[in-house]
């Protein structure tokens, strides 16, 4: 039983081929390496370098490596930048995920677990989010994201493929030193990159209502988010029925004064944030249950704050460490 990671050579991607290695559930890895890296996929699992766009490329490495599911994270992930790239984004995640489903069809590949995102909902105006909550999606990212739950929800229903979709929330820290967060646009690559560098991080907006006036948000380590897509692709082949869709949230919101005063006790370096004017579209609170999730794909939060922050911290004095070593 192999399974197919497209984006497997990203931060999250390349966790969720571990962790399948972990348990003994083989791999192959196809990544334009657009946002992913090379050295983040393990050396014994295949990497196919290229795009979920190329289908005869796809249906070449489901056959080879006889592909039974596939994980699809590869897409274009910039919620912000999305606004003013809306046709790539559309592109990449929309169109992407149709050559997909076209080569699992040619192939007879007929189970799928789908990278989702919390961008669905919008700004919610509920303390708690359910998979039952409307989903209104502000951005050309969040929008795409929607639409490949439903792409697959219509081939299910055409073809009989099984599929479930996982929504994220904000996924941070790292489960081995030399994989870690790259993104220009995440809060905790944000904070570490500042204190590398000596600059002082940034917070955007204090007047919000909430306890302190920052934003709250729904935090969850990768390595935790990785065991149930796991569990997820297990499920599915042994034949279980899953909902079409899951948070994978923690029901507990932590807000980024809260993050700042854990990246200074864990850094050691000690700081005062600059403060900066609220962003916009930035809702107050997004908070999500993952109860959903615990009761079928054995979702659990296993890290606490000072876990992922130390984590992350971890990984990128590593990175740092193995540039100054090259």
Not at 190 to 202: C, H, I, K, S
Not at 223 to 235: E, F, M, P, R, W
Not at 289 to 311: F, N, P, Q, Y
Request: charged share 15%.
């Amino acid at each position: 039983m192999t399974w197919l990671v497209t984006g497997g050579a990203g931060y999250i991607g390349s966790h969720v081929v571990r962790a399948f290695g972990a348990v003994g559930l083989g791999t192959v890895v196809i990544d334009d390496l657009s946002s992913g890296h090379r050295e983040f996929v393990p050396a014994d699992v295949p990497l196919v370098v290229g795009s979920v766009l190329d289908t005869a490329l796809v249906e070449q490495a489901l056959a080879e490596h006889q592909v039974t599911g596939v994980v699809h994270l590869a897409g274009f992930k910039y919620a912000g930048v999305s606004v003013s790239r809306p046709i790539h984004t559309y592109e990449q995640n929309v169109t992407g995920t149709t050559h997909l489903l076209a080569a699992m069809a040619a192939q007879g590949v007929e189970q799928i677990v789908f990278s989702s995102s919390a961008a669905v909902y919008g700004t919610p105006d509920v303390d708690l989010v359910t998979e039952d909550t409307p989903t209104s999606p502000e951005s050309p990212y969040g929008r795409s994201k929607l639409i490949g739950e439903w792409l697959l929800a219509d081939q299910g229903r055409a073809t009989g493929l099984r599929h479930t979709s996982l929504r994220y929330f904000n996924v941070v820290g790292s489960d081995t030193p030399e994989l870690y967060d790259t993104s220009p646009h995440n809060l905790f690559p944000l904070v570490l990159e500042a204190l590398v560098e000596g600059r002082t991080p940034r917070i955007n907006g204090i007047d919000y209502p909430t306890p302190d006036g920052t934003c709250v948000r729904d935090y969850v380590h990768v390595g935790d988010l990785a065991a149930s897509h796991v569990a997820a692709a297990q499920a599915l082949a042994a034949g279980r029925d899953l909902e079409t869709v899951y948070n994978l949230g923690s029901g507990d919101g932590v807000s980024v004064s809260e993050i700042m005063t854990a990246m200074a006790e864990v850094t050691g370096i000690d700081f005062t944030p600059e403060i900066a004017p609220r962003r916009a579209g930035d809702p107050a609170r997004i908070v999500a249950s993952g109860e959903r999730a615990a009761r079928d794909l054995d979702w659990r939060m296993t890290h606490t704050l000072a876990d992922m922050v130390a984590s992350a911290w971890a990984a990128r004095q590593a990175a740092a460490q193995a540039v100054s070593a090259s």
